[in-house]
């Protein structure tokens, strides 16, 4: 947390710094005691987080162009990396797999066919998404 949240806050660790006291609020929304490990509450940390920003960038930037947004939530996905030792939940990028067949996160990743029920997710995403085109 410290790390994290007690330096650089802007794009590629640039300023601004966070806040003096930062890494301790957040300790306080998210203490280790109310997880199961310490991996399933930076889980959540870091998902907030990402969510979070995003309603704010979207009402920006749908000011200029169309703007088509969803929150995947599917905690059950197909998990392509290489394992990890705590519940990955829904990840960053793992909806990719949903709207490009066969994708599997690059060299290191693993392949899963999606089961029939993640198949029409992966339809519904797909016919959504006016700009996807597979």
């Not at 280790?32 to 509450?41: E, F, K, R, V, W």
């Not at 995947?72 to 394992?83: G, I, K, L, V």
């Not at 990719?96 to 994708?103: E, G, M, P, R």
Request: net charge neutral; hydrophobic share 40%.
């Amino acid at each position: 947390m410290k790390t994290t949240y007690g330096g650089p806050a802007g794009p590629s660790l640039g300023p601004p710094n966070y806040p003096e006291g930062t890494p301790a609020a957040v300790l306080a929304k998210y203490p280790l005691s109310a997880y199961p490990t310490p991996g399933d509450a930076w889980t959540a940390v870091g998902s907030d987080s990402n969510v979070c920003r995003h309603p704010y960038l979207n009402s920006r930037v749908s000011q200029f162009v169309p703007l088509y947004a969803y929150e995947f939530s599917d905690r059950n996905a197909p998990w392509y990396f290489p394992p990890v030792s705590f519940a990955h939940g829904a990840a960053h990028t793992i909806d990719i797999q949903f709207l490009v067949a066969d994708w599997h996160g690059g060299s290191l990743g693993i392949l899963h066919k999606l089961a029939p029920n993640e198949q029409v997710l992966a339809r519904q995403l797909v016919s959504a998404s006016p700009a996807i085109q597979i």
